[in-house]
């Protein structure tokens, strides 16, 4: 029996309107000895055998995806690697004469997965909830939008890179709306924030504002 909690949403368009979603109340990992035995009991081969068929597996896929492809399991889903500069290396700019990043720069940061539809099947079949007796942890109310952005820029006035965990530490947000809340501060053109990297290598960096947004800033002005 699984358990869930109501987490309540941060209220990023300031509407008074407080909004939950259910979340699980607890995840831990299931490590590979223990989904071997499992496999194990239902099939006719040894679980060491199914432990050195899935690192194998792990290794072949890494193979695949150093090529630039994705790998699809079907029940389970698609693996497609995703690229990030390298840290301190600033972003490449538009235009003849411009610099640009060579392949010493770029690495893959993450893997991303889409999980297969017979997966979220089999999983809902599968699934018993029941809610969890304890109420959820909420964000800290400290620091308004506003201070909170404030904190992030002087931050970065002071740091090359922001990441969540240092963003949760300033502010007290809890993960999901510490994340949410930088990434929407990220995609805002006057935040003086830009987005660098996908996944869990996502990261917060200064944003350059380049002449063209300046001139077009003062008009605004």
């Not at 979340?23 to 496999?39: C, G, M, P, T, Y």
């Not at 620091?143 to 952005?149: A, D, G, H, N, V």
Request: proline share 3%; aromatic share 6%.
């Amino acid at each position: 029996m699984a358990r869930y909690i109501m987490e309540e949403m941060p209220d990023m368009q300031k509407t008074g309107k407080r909004i939950t979603y259910p979340k699980f109340a607890q995840i831990d990992n299931a490590s590979i000895k223990e989904l071997a035995k499992r496999v194990s009991d239902v099939s006719g081969f040894s679980a060491g055998n199914i432990e050195g068929v899935l690192l194998q597996t792990a290794i072949e896929m890494a193979h695949l995806m150093a090529g630039g492809r994705s790998v699809k399991i079907d029940g389970i889903g698609t693996f497609t690697p995703s690229l990030i500069l390298g840290r301190d290396k600033e972003r490449e700019e538009v235009g003849e004469g411009k610099e640009h990043r060579n392949a010493q720069s770029i690495f893959v940061g993450g893997v991303n997965f889409r999980v297969d539809r017979t997966m979220l099947r089999n999983i809902n079949e599968r699934c018993r909830l029941e809610r969890a007796p304890w109420k959820p942890q909420r964000s800290s109310q400290k620091f308004t939008p506003e201070q909170r952005l404030a904190l992030a820029v002087k931050y970065l006035e002071e740091h090359s890179f922001l990441t969540v965990h240092e963003y949760r530490k300033m502010t007290g947000l809890l993960q999901t709306a510490a994340t949410k809340e930088l990434k929407q501060w990220g995609t805002l053109p006057d935040s003086g924030i830009d987005i660098a990297g996908r996944g869990s290598h996502r990261i917060y960096i200064k944003k350059i504002v380049t002449t063209e947004e300046t001139v077009e800033q003062d008009e605004r002005s």
